[in-house]
Nanobody, 121 residues
Framework: QVQLVESGGGLVQAGESLGLSCAASGSIFSINTMAWYRQAPGKQRELVVTIASGGQTNYAESVKGRFTISRDNAKNTVYLQMSSLKPEDTAVYYC???????????????WGQGTQVTVSS
């Protein structure tokens, strides 16, 4: 069984930092693009940042300069380091990854369960 498991969410004060992790487990042949999304109360889910297998990243304007995505392919893990957090960053954060489970199979999209990040003012 292939799954993504997130960790690291919690409650922090504005201006503080928080790191999220998302580890893929199961029968995985390769991991392609990975990403973080977030969904605030009453809002649509939005893309926060993506990271390609080669390391190319794309950030939403709202988090540029504050958030950093990275990946450890040996550990099948993607990270999101969040700094200078603002109350507006409060949301459920979801990791997403395109995983290939067999050599000849297709790369499919998988989602983590989401982790709550709350930033108090």
């Amino acid at each position: 069984q292939v799954q993504l498991v997130e960790s690291g969410g919690g409650l922090v004060q504005a201006g503080e930092s928080l790191g999220l992790s998302c580890a893929a487990s199961g029968s995985i042949f390769s991991i392609n693009t990975m990403a973080w999304y977030r969904q605030a109360p009453g809002k649509q889910r939005e893309l926060v940042v993506t990271i390609a297998s080669g390391g190319q990243t794309n950030y939403a304007e709202s988090v540029k300069g504050r958030f950093t995505i990275s990946r450890d392919n040996a550990k099948n893990t993607v990270y999101l380091q969040m700094s200078s957090l603002k109350p507006e960053d409060t949301a459920v954060y979801y990791c997403n990854a395109f995983l290939q489970t067999t050599r000849w199979g297709l790369s499919r999209s998988y989602w983590g369960q989401g982790t709550q990040v709350t930033v108090s003012s």
